[in-house]
């Protein structure tokens, strides 16, 4: 069985500031897929950022990073340089081996305030 | 853009109705998802193909179907409609199979809203 934890509901930053997303994830697969996904109010589903699970090197892509801490089982997505367009809604997901799709936490709603 | 195409982007419908997504993946995406976005469910799985063969069922209702075409473009079918249907549909695209820390990419379409009054 797969799971995501996604335990921030809501989350407010101000512009130009770094914020950081948490999720943890449940999995007893050696092999699996950490993703984040941001979805504005328009509803559009838009993929950020990967990581593997056997990747020893934190993801990154632009302001995006991921926090990858194995052991703990968290891949925490942090984005730096908070700008007005960064509001949305940001998924947490898995795909384990086998298990063919994606599961994803409940998501965390953040707001960047002027 | 994903590059993931879905129609349509909207529709209204009755209860009882049945309606028909379409789905077209990414060029070269053999494997094709269906999820459903629900306010009171959040994201659900569906169903999966992959290069015409479907390879994974969620909780996809009985009352829905889905099936993915030579061409690889797939379409869900959702039959006599009831208010509970109406949600945000996505379909998603991806290379290959997911195989656990593969790197394959899932990416999604806009999705289609659906409202069943």
């Known amino acids: 069985a797969q799971k995501i934890t996604q335990t921030q509901p809501g989350m407010f930053v101000q512009e130009k500031e770094a914020v950081t997303l948490d999720c943890t994830y449940d999995?007893?697969?050696?092999?699996?897929?950490l993703f984040w996904y941001k979805q504005p109010s328009s509803g559009e589903m838009i993929f950020l950022i990967y990581?593997?699970?056997?990747?020893?090197q934190n993801a990154t892509e632009g302001r995006y990073s991921l926090n990858f801490q194995k052991a703990r089982k968290s891949a925490n997505l942090v984005i730096s340089a908070s700008q007005l367009g960064d509001s949305a809604m940001y998924f947490c997901?898995?795909?384990?081996?086998?298990?063919?799709?994606?599961?994803f936490g409940t998501g965390t709603r953040l707001t960047v305030i002027p | 853009d994903s590059g993931v195409t879905q129609t349509p982007k909207h529709l209204i419908t009755a209860t009882g109705q049945r309606v028909t997504l379409r789905c077209s993946p990414r060029?070269?995406?053999?494997?094709v998802y269906w999820y459903q976005q629900s306010l009171d469910q959040g994201l659900q799985f569906l169903i999966q193909?992959?290069?015409?063969?479907?390879?994974a069922k969620g909780n996809i209702l009985e009352r829905f179907s889905a099936q993915q075409f030579p061409d690889l473009h797939s379409e869900l079918n959702l039959s006599s409609l009831e208010l509970g249907d109406s949600a945000l549909y996505f379909c998603?695209?991806?290379?290959?199979?997911?195989?656990?820390?593969?790197?394959?990419?899932?990416?999604f379409g806009e999705g289609s809203w659906l409202t069943v009054v």
């Open positions: 999995t007893s697969d050696q092999s699996y897929g």
């Open positions: 997901a898995i795909v384990s081996t086998g298990a063919n799709n994606l599961f």
């Open positions: 193909y992959y290069n015409g063969e479907e390879r």
């Open positions: 060029s070269g995406d053999l494997s």
């Open positions: 998603a695209s991806s290379v290959s199979l997911p195989q656990g820390a593969s790197g394959n990419t899932i990416y």
């Open positions: 990581q593997g699970s056997y990747d020893e």
